[in-house]
């Protein structure tokens, strides 16, 4: 029986991540193919678009079924971490039996969605509309054998005979309670989107799968609403062609550091004022800005900065702590700065112009990039210098090498502002010219490690887009039952008028950024607060950039911020040395997320 589930378990892993992968690379040369016949030759690929979109589905689809079976989805494990074994392994038993019910829930009723959009068509091609459906359903099957197997092989039969007595009881009360709901008014929301959400994500369940068994136990004891509409909301909710530039931009982040791009900016900016006191911070934080403008993916940007300068910073005595809080002030800095995939998401969410909300993260990054650098000045300013200037000659010469890797952001972003892509072709534009530049100019181009690579986009893609997808489903629930209504009453009333609200949406972007992990907040709050920001007369493109920041400021603080942890594992620095250190870079960053709130300028001065 045993060697029968490990031959299973290679099938659906070569399924799920080979196929996978290969539509990663389709999608780059497919979308960089619309690219090539627009610009160059003057001859649209109108297919291009439906087909992109088709495969996306699959992609992601399958790219969460490859995270699962990784272990990569995003959770909180503060808690349970801190956990004993035991605990820990009743939380693991537990997660998996959500998501076994998550998958089967999807399932039955998906296959009746996907009934229903046989009959649509696509205009172009005349594709079928259940074309993408099947691709998730696909994944969904592929997902519920995965989750059974971490079920089964998490536990004993005493662990799993208490979680499925526990699942029973939970089941039940609420059964028993259905008649009340009623009764209760949006009190019932409180239970289901505060109470099992909450409990779900503390304990340790992926985010994601969090909010979709809320939006189902809300959908079935409280409404006669179809589990259908689940499915369907979640489609709409990743189908959005933005969202394609998601993992075109996570690949392209991967290729940095592979490719030497990240290594040649980081010497020469080295060269230049690294022998001076806090001379490689003033690095970390140029590095951080310019990799930024490249890829979209802050993990990829601190994995490909960290190896280069951490190992030096070392050795001249930087305390550990003081790295790695550094760095992850610098990550939560460049969340403004295109093209990341918060303002890509942000865009496809909300309706607010990528191209406007990537002209106005580019000043607030700049200045709460000169913040940390002025911290870093009072707090090295009694340091000895370290480190022999570099000559002219070598400085020269090091630019000469980093030309190619400093021309990449520019070039990113003049693709996109002089209309030759739009945001979801310009990465492959970008992972295009690493790759040339990979083999011709750095030849530091390793074949055997394209694979992996094209297989972790998946993985992190499908993670972030069945976020995004049941966040669309809850978010959708919320509005229905008139939360979005309340919300958005409740927001305009506040005391102080525009301030008032730019504070209260600063605390809450913060402590939902710290403990949804950021995306997920964003993704689901998102559309019920921008609207209340426009009837108050706020610019959602400042009112953007500041709720970008602040859920920036939360995803990198501890105790709950995931972004923390993992830059302390990046950069090999226990979380424990970092806690203390970090405060004085995030009281930088929050003050300057207050004059950002409070100038409109700095987010707004250079949109035509």
């Known amino acids: ?51 992109a979109s088709a495969l996306f589905l699959w992609l992601v689809s399958l790219g969460a ?12 494990t503060v808690i349970v971490g801190r956990a004993g074994p035991r605990a820990r392994r009743l939380a693991a038993c537990f997660a998996a039996l ?36 099947l691709g998730q359903l696909a994944a969904l099957v592929l997902l519920l054998y995965v989750a059974l197997r971490q079920l089964l092989g998490e536990a004993n039969w005493v662990d799993l005979a208490l979680v499925l007595g526990f699942g029973a009881l939970v089941w039940f009360g609420l059964d028993s309670l259905e008649t009340q709901f009623d009764d209760l008014g949006n009190a019932d929301l409180v239970i289901f989107f505060v109470g099992i959400t909450g409990f779900c994500i503390f304990a340790g369940v992926p985010i994601a799968f969090s909010f979709a068994i809320a939006t189902f136990g809300y959908m079935h004891f409280t409404t006669s609403i179809p589990l259908s509409v689940i499915i369907s909301q979640m489609d709409q909710g990743m189908s959005s062609i933005e969202l394609l530039a998601v993992p075109m931009f996570v690949v392209l982040g991967l290729l940095l550091e592979m ?25 970390l934080i140029a590095a951080m800005y310019l990799i930024s403008g490249i890829s979209g993916s802050k993990a990829a940007d601190q994995a490909a900065v960290a190896p280069v300068l951490l190992p030096e910073m070392r050795r001249r005595g ?54 940390l650098a002025l911290l870093v000045f009072f707090r090295t300013r009694r340091d000895r210098p370290q480190g022999a200037q570099a000559s002219a000659r070598e400085i020269g010469r090091l630019f000469a090498v980093a030309l190619p890797a400093l021309i990449l952001p520019f070039v990113i972003r003049y693709a ?32 055997r490690r394209l694979g992996p690579i ?35 009453a409740m927001m305009t009333g506040l005391p102080g008028g525009k301030g008032g609200f730019l504070a209260v949406s600063i605390v809450l972007f913060i402590v939902l950024g710290s403990v949804l992990e950021g995306l997920p907040a964003m993704v689901l709050f998102g559309p019920l607060l921008f609207p209340a920001a426009q009837q108050l007369g706020i610019n959602l493109v400042q009112y953007g950039i500041v709720a970008i920041l602040a859920m920036g400021i939360g995803l990198f603080s501890p105790p709950f911020g995931v972004g923390f942890y993992q830059t302390c594992l990046i950069g090999k620095v226990p979380s424990d040395e970092a806690f203390g ?17 409070a100038v409109p300028w700095i987010s707004l001065g250079f949109l035509s």
Request: with cysteine; glycine share 10%; aromatic share 8%.
């Open 454 to 488: 094209l297989v972790e986009t998946a993985a992190l893609s499908g993670a972030i887009l069945l976020i995004i997808g049941t966040a669309s489903a809850m978010a959708w629930s919320l509005t229905q039952a008139g939360f979005a209504q309340t919300l958005a």
């Open 259 to 283: 490719t030497g791009i990240a290594r040649a900016m980081v010497n020469f900016l080295a060269a230049l004022v690294g022998h001076r006191r806090g001379g490689l911070s003033y690095v």
């Open 98 to 133: 959500l998501v076994v019910v998550v998958a089967l829930g999807l399932i039955v009723p998906g296959w009746s969605y996907a009934m229903q959009q046989q009959a649509i068509l696509t205009p172009v091609l005349q594709l079928p509309g259940s074309w993408e459906i």
């Open 318 to 371: 930087v305390p550990p702590g003081e790295l790695a809080a550094l760095l992850a002030a610098s990550a939560a800095m460049s969340e403004t700065i295109p093209p990341s995939l918060v303002l890509i998401i942000v865009g496809a969410v909300t309706g607010v112009s990528i191209a406007a909300l990537f002209t106005g993260g580019l000043l607030p990054a700049g200045i709460a990039a000169a913040g």
């Open 65 to 76: 079924v490859v995270a699962l079976r990784r272990s990569e989805h995003m959770r909180m």
């Open 581 to 597: 250190r970090i405060w004085p870079f995030m009281a930088t960053l929050v003050a300057v997320l207050m004059l950002v709130a």
């Open 416 to 447: 996109v502002l002089a209309g030759v892509t739009t945001a979801t072709e310009v990465a492959t534009v970008g992972v295009v010219y690493a790759i040339l530049a990979g083999i011709l100019v750095y030849r530091c181009f390793d074949w």
């Open 1 to 51: 029986m045993s060697s029968m589930f490990r031959g299973l378990d290679k099938a659906v892993d070569w399924l799920s991540q080979g196929v996978a992968g290969f539509l990663v690379a389709a999608e780059i040369v497919i979308l960089f193919s619309g690219v090539v016949g627009r610009y160059a030759f003057d001859h649209p690929l109108v297919w291009v678009d439906e087909v």
